[in-house]
Structures are given as structure tokens and as C-alpha cells.
T-cell receptor, first 114, second 110 residues
Framework: GGIITQTPKFLIGQEGQKLTLKCQQN?????MYWYRQDSGKGLRLIYYSITENDLQKGDLSEGYDASREKKSSFSLTVTSAQKNEMAVFLC?????????????FGPGTRLLVL | QEKVQQSPESLIVPEGAMSSLNCTFS?????SIWWYQQHPGKGPEALISIFSNGNKKEGRLTVYLNRASLHVSLHIRDSQPSDSAVYLCAVNQGGRALIFGTGTTVSVSP
């Protein structure tokens, strides 16, 4: 078994601030993901990384940057926090890209912008 | 792009009853359909997946997939209070990202 750790659990920022969320996995999975979950809107893909040196934009990438520092870690940066960005950010990993394998999720980072 | 819709939005069932959840998708080429369970304050957890037309049973869970009608359903037999959660349907078209529905909130009353 393995685990996905997300830090911080809660993140409070000011409008216009640059904020960074971190994710670590010990599954030794190739692929990692960042999703945003808003109430009533399901999960939307922000960025994903198929392998250690890869970075791909999802449908919701505008306003975000991502970094795959090493195989086990994947960071997401909110480049300029906006008042309407109060959501839960979920990190996930899977053994390979393609959707045939299970995605394992972390507990999430809850973002509040004042 | 693939669209995934779930119904009902919420469901209240008595303990011991059957919970039935529905999911429709827009592309018959979708290769696999997943159901995830999410408890409050936690990340989603994969419950069951189905690739072939027909049904699949695992414990108290049964999934039915009908590709012709672009419909998949999840049935939870003998629902327990611990089954109270949000259930997310996710569809994959092979080589692409999972597309998630907005979820069904299930509340099981003791």
C-alpha cells in the first residue's frame, strides 16, 4: 500500500497572492494529477504529469503553474489568488497514464482567499 | 468533450435498503467507467470499475453498463450508515484524462 500526503491541509491567502500547494506519494507511481473540486461542480483537472520530467495542462490550467520536482512529488502554484477561488485542491496518482488504472487521491488542501 | 451527468443529486435511504445511482455519458467510445466514494473531508476512493457491457458484482456493490444507452448504474445492497458519502462517476476514453460527474450525495438513515 501507499499514501498521498498533501500540505498544507488549510491555506488562507490574500487576493493577488501567490500560493503553493504540495503533494507527495510513496506508491512509486509514474503519473500524478492536480484537481480542483468546487461545490456542485465535480472534479476538474488542472495539471498532470505523466512521468517525472513531464508536465501537461488540463482544462482548468489558466491561473496555475505546476512543478514535478521528482517522481514522488508534484506542486501546484496559484499564481494570483482570486476571491472566487475557494475550493478544495486534490492531488492524485496512478501507476500509469491512460485511465485504465486506479487513481489514488490525497485528502485535499482547502483554500480560502480573503 | 465527454460529458458525465449523475442522478439523483441526493438520495436518502433507510438502513438495509438498496441505494441506486445513475450516470450517463456522451461518448460510446468511452472505455472504462469508475465509481468513487468520497466521505466529508477526505479524498475520493475508487470503489469499482467496469469496462465491458453488462454487469459486475463486488460484495454489496453491483454495476450495470449499457453502452447503447450510454448509461451506467451503481447499486449498493443492504445500505449502511457508513455508506453515507458522495459518489462520483468517472469516465475514461483511453489515453485521456478521467472526466468526473458532479456526484450523488447518499445519506443512509439508521
Amino acid at each position: 500500500g501507499g499514501i498521498i500526503t498533501q500540505t498544507p491541509k488549510f491555506l488562507i491567502g490574500q487576493e493577488g497572492q501567490k500560493l503553493t500547494l504540495k503533494c507527495q506519494q510513496n506508491f512509486n507511481h509514474d503519473t500524478m494529477y492536480w484537481y480542483r473540486q468546487d461545490s456542485g461542480k465535480g472534479l476538474r483537472l488542472i495539471y498532470y504529469s505523466i512521468t517525472e520530467n513531464d508536465l501537461q495542462k488540463g482544462d482548468l490550467s489558466e491561473g496555475y503553474d505546476a512543478s514535478r520536482e521528482k517522481k514522488s512529488s508534484f506542486s501546484l502554484t496559484v499564481t494570483s489568488a482570486q476571491k472566487n477561488e475557494m475550493a478544495v485542491f486534490l492531488c492524485a496518482s496512478s501507476i500509469h497514464w491512460g485511465g485504465a488504472g486506479t487513481q489514488y487521491f490525497g485528502p485535499g488542501t482547502r483554500l480560502l482567499v480573503l | 468533450q465527454e460529458k458525465v451527468q449523475q442522478s439523483p443529486e441526493s438520495l436518502i435511504v433507510p438502513e438495509g435498503a438498496m441505494s441506486s445511482l445513475n450516470c450517463t455519458f456522451s461518448n460510446s467510445a468511452s472505455q472504462s467507467i469508475w465509481w468513487y466514494q468520497q466521505h466529508p473531508g477526505k479524498g475520493p476512493e475508487a470503489l469499482i470499475s467496469i469496462f465491458s457491457n453488462g454487469n459486475k458484482k463486488e460484495g454489496r456493490l453491483t454495476v450495470y453498463l449499457n453502452r447503447a444507452s450510454l448509461h451506467v448504474s451503481l447499486h449498493i445492497r443492504d445500505s449502511q450508515p457508513s455508506d453515507s458519502a458522495v459518489y462520483l462517476c468517472a469516465v475514461n476514453q483511453g489515453g485521456r484524462a478521467l472526466i468526473f460527474g458532479t456526484g450523488t450525495t447518499v445519506s443512509v438513515s439508521p
